[in-house]
């Protein structure tokens, strides 16, 4: 394992006026390396004392159940000196309907109601867990950590902000807020962040380790602290889109150039285009054809599947005379109505009025303009256009794939 962390929700519905014992108490893992999966031959086991005797009163092991096809987290406690299954809850917090990463991974949470332990703020002040990890290869615990103390209803540190839709869970993304409150008192307080679904591996960890979803950072009065550094050389934080440049990385929707850099001022070629839709979906299984669908993309082409990905869908038809031509400089106008295929063409009624003053009513493409703009993907210019025929730029283009994911994909 590489760190270990807990997490209470009860400060934070106790701040907001709610009843802290309905509280969550989650436990983060990482680890140095991904594992594929989490299952009965990779297991993590967090044991609990809740009445100061270093000894284990309930014990959450991650498991798989028949009928189940999810990781969940098993409950355990004493009842007549036997140890007997309470509960069990999905990994991460969260089953299959929402996505929190947990295959090729190497960042968990088990979690577990504060109720389903025993624990109130009116009886509980101190407990203490620890940390073990199993593997296949060696039926002993591999990795493990001694005693931690921790207050779940008092802690040195708690968090509230823009909650993500997973309980125990915050938002990670530019718009998002995060507040540290550290209590009165504490010193050498750090925080773990679990970035679930960062894989660029950029986040700094021990000892030479890439810390990938892991991050460990020192919280001290008055410091501000960007749990996000610059992907790239050419970026600065006062860069307009620096935040969704970021993000696009952190989601290897790109990995830039290999020098370093992003090159935010350059045309967005059609080829790389393609990559970014591609990738924005997850990277979808798909078998490209052995015969091209476009005379001047051959097999060879570096971009060739996603290409491939996007004509299957629809998303392109290509030029009338066969041609993608990949080299070439996606319009304005041209990648509205990508959005608007890529989004599977929803019924829209286009405005009469136009809402810019450079795309009349009969444009080529003005329903898809009018249909981003609707959805706040784009706002335009501050004069008032669009300006459909001009090429778009990379770091505009970050901005356009970062809300069509907040905004239509949610």
């Known amino acids: 394992m590489q760190h270990v962390g807990a997490a ?6 106790k701040a907001s006026g709610g009843n802290p014992n309905d509280g969550l108490l989650a436990f983060g893992i990482s680890t140095w390396a991904n594992w594929d999966v989490v299952s009965t031959e990779n297991t993590f086991t967090v044991n609990i004392d809740t009445d100061g005797n270093n000894r284990a009163d309930y014990m959450l092991v991650t498991d798989r159940a028949k009928g189940i096809d999810f990781p969940i ?6 009842k007549n000196g036997n140890l ?8 991460n917090n969260a089953w299959g309907d929402t996505d929190t990463n947990m295959m090729d991974s190497n960042a968990l949470v088990m979690a577990v109601p504060l109720k389903d332990l025993g624990l109130s703020a009116e009886k509980t002040k101190d407990i203490k867990y620890s940390v073990s990890a199993t593997t ?30 997973v309980q125990g869970f915050f938002a990670d993304a530019p718009s998002s807020e995060l507040v540290a409150h550290r209590a009165e008192g504490a010193t050498d307080v750090k925080a773990l962040f679990l970035h679930m679904h960062n894989t660029t591996g950029d986040l700094s960890g021990l000892n030479g380790a890439a810390g990938n979803r892991a991050q460990v950072l020192e919280v001290t009065e008055q ?27 952190q989601r290897r929707i790109t990995t830039g150039y290999p020098d370093g850099t992003f090159r935010p001022g350059e045309n967005v070629e059609r080829g790389a285009m393609a990559a970014y839709f591609y990738r924005l979906a997850g990277t979808p299984q798909f078998t490209a054809p052995d015969n091209p669908t476009f005379s001047d993309v051959p097999k ?6 996603e290409i491939e990905w996007m004509a299957a869908r629809g998303i392109t038809t290509g030029y009338g ?17 990508f ?19 450079d795309v009349p009513a009969n444009s080529q493409f003005y329903k898809e303009i009018a249909w981003l703009a609707e959805q706040g993907i784009t706002k335009g210019w501050d004069d008032g256009t669009y300006r459909p025929g001009e090429p778009i730029h990379r770091d505009a283009m970050a901005a356009f794939l970062y809300r069509y994911s907040d905004k239509v994909l949610k």
Not at 73 to 78: D, P
Not at 137 to 162: H, M, Q
């Open 8 to 13: 209470s929700t009860a400060p934070a519905l």
């Open 73 to 78: 987290v098993r409950l355990y406690g004493y």
């Open 84 to 91: 007997e299954q309470i509960a069990y809850y999905p990994l």
């Open 136 to 165: 296949q290869y060696a039926w002993t615990n591999v990795s493990e950590t001694g005693w931690i103390n921790y207050r779940p209803f008092d802690p040195k540190l708690w968090f509230s902000g823009t909650a993500a839709t």
């Open 223 to 249: 410091q501000r602290l960007d749990p996000a550094p610059s992907r790239f050389t050419d970026v600065p934080a006062e860069n307009q889109f620096y935040a969704e440049i970021n993000w696009l990385a």
């Open 300 to 305: 060879s082409h570096p971009f060739y599947k």
């Open 321 to 337: 005379d066969g041609t993608f031509r990949p080299s070439a400089s996606v319009n304005r106008d041209a990648m509205a109505a």
């Open 339 to 357: 959005f608007y295929r890529y989004a599977n063409s929803p019924q829209f009624a286009a405005p009469a009025a136009s809402p810019f003053k």
